[in-house]
């Protein structure tokens, strides 16, 4: 991989600049994507933008930034996204600091804004070598989030068009899918989530799917599947509640989404599971009615004081077969099990030894 420094003075990369919605933000004479279509918006305060532009008038040292070579030969920030909108949005007279645009500022200030060269890492190799490289740099200003990271590399109309539905409040996903899933559109959450959720169907990683697609001139597979899995979760589980934010629908889908299930049913399980208080885990819920494990929901386990009381009453004998233990080696097991109406209270107590207690469990 080759890396090296150059110092690039102001008036070559706000030349042509252009901030745009459907174009995204270029620069250095269009042949600097600044921030591609419907990728994080700008998200500098004010007072962050503004020590840009006053550490740039002191003449002072910005943090350098860092570039990537296209294979076009154009170039794409990978760090540095923030400062560089922040003084070509200062130069075109989108703001003004102290009440002084740039067209207020004298000749030779201007002069000394345009000369000021920006210290900047320009990476050449293959997409694991800049992803890797990224990853290391990525260390100071505004954090990138994993999957920033990944849309620093695997650039193209594909992503572009992810962007699209995925990237921006407001978005197709957030006006589908807001009340199910964690994470923001601008940093990048719900675009990571959806091929997380593709590419663990195919049990491929998410820089799998965004190497093999990159080059696609849409992203259709990705937005169709994302609205069939959104659209199966609202079919299944119709009345929604709160502990259904976050779960991992996708994966769900990928599982269960072949069987077949009552819709009516399950909203009479999910009420009365929610109301049980051996249940300690609510959003295990969902999974639970998909696939039958106990482990989903957490159910509450003994106290040690009720294990203690069952121990003494069994005088450390195992229920099951029958041998003698110390407490420390026997475990507190449901009489009649959770599933089967048994509660977590003493009178439902016994002790069993760490074998017959795995048996137990097995069968």
Request: hydrophobic share 35%; with cysteine; net charge negative.
């Given at each position: 991989m080759k890396i090296k420094l150059h110092e690039i003075p102001i008036r070559e990369v706000v030349e042509g600049f252009v901030d745009s919605a459907e174009n995204g933000v270029v620069g250095y004479s269009g042949k600097l994507n600044i921030r591609p279509a419907f990728q994080r918006e700008f998200i500098y305060k004010d007072k962050q933008r503004d020590e840009v532009i006053r550490t740039v008038i002191k003449n002072y040292p910005l943090n350098v930034m860092y570039w990537v070579k296209c294979d076009d030969g154009h170039f794409e920030v990978l760090d540095g996204q923030q400062r560089t909108i922040s003084v070509c949005q200062y130069v075109n007279g989108f703001y003004t600091i102290d009440h002084m645009g740039f067209n207020n500022l004298t000749q030779a200030e201007r002069q000394q804004i345009l000369d000021y060269p920006l210290m900047i890492y320009i990476c050449e190799g293959t997409d694991k070598e800049k992803l890797e490289w990224f990853k290391i740099i990525n260390i100071a200003g505004e954090q990138l989030t994993a999957q920033e990271l990944r849309n620093a590399i695997y650039t193209g109309e594909w992503l572009?068009?992810?962007k699209k539905y995925f990237s921006k409040t407001g978005c197709p996903a957030y006006a589908i899918a807001s009340d199910y899933l964690n994470g923001s559109p601008i940093r990048q959450s719900y675009l990571e989530t959806a091929i997380k959720w593709i590419?663990?169907?195919d049990s491929k990683e998410i820089e799998d799917y965004m190497a093999a697609h990159q080059h696609d001139t849409?992203?259709?597979?990705?937005?169709?599947y994302f609205q069939a899995v959104m659209s199966w979760v609202k079919a299944t589980f119709p009345n929604y509640r709160k502990e259904m934010k976050g779960l991992e629908w996708g994966i769900f889908h990928n599982k269960y989404s072949t069987g077949k299930y009552?819709?009516?049913e399950f909203e009479t399980?999910?009420?009365e599971l929610m109301e049980d208080e051996d249940v300690t885990k609510n959003s295990g819920i969902y999974e639970y009615l998909?696939?039958?494990?106990e482990k989903h929901l957490s159910i509450r386990a003994f106290t040690p004081k009720m294990a203690r009381a069952a121990y003494e009453k069994q005088k450390g004998v195992c229920s099951k077969c029958k041998e003698h233990f110390k407490f420390d080696e026997m475990q507190a097991d449901h009489i009649t099990p959770?599933?089967?109406g048994g509660k977590t209270t003493p009178e439902n107590c016994q002790m069993l030894?760490?074998?017959c207690n795995r048996r137990k469990s097995n069968v």
């Open positions: 572009t068009e992810s590419a663990a169907r849409n992203c259709n597979e990705l937005w169709l009552d819709p009516k399980r999910i009420a998909l696939n039958g494990d959770w599933s089967k030894c760490a074998d």
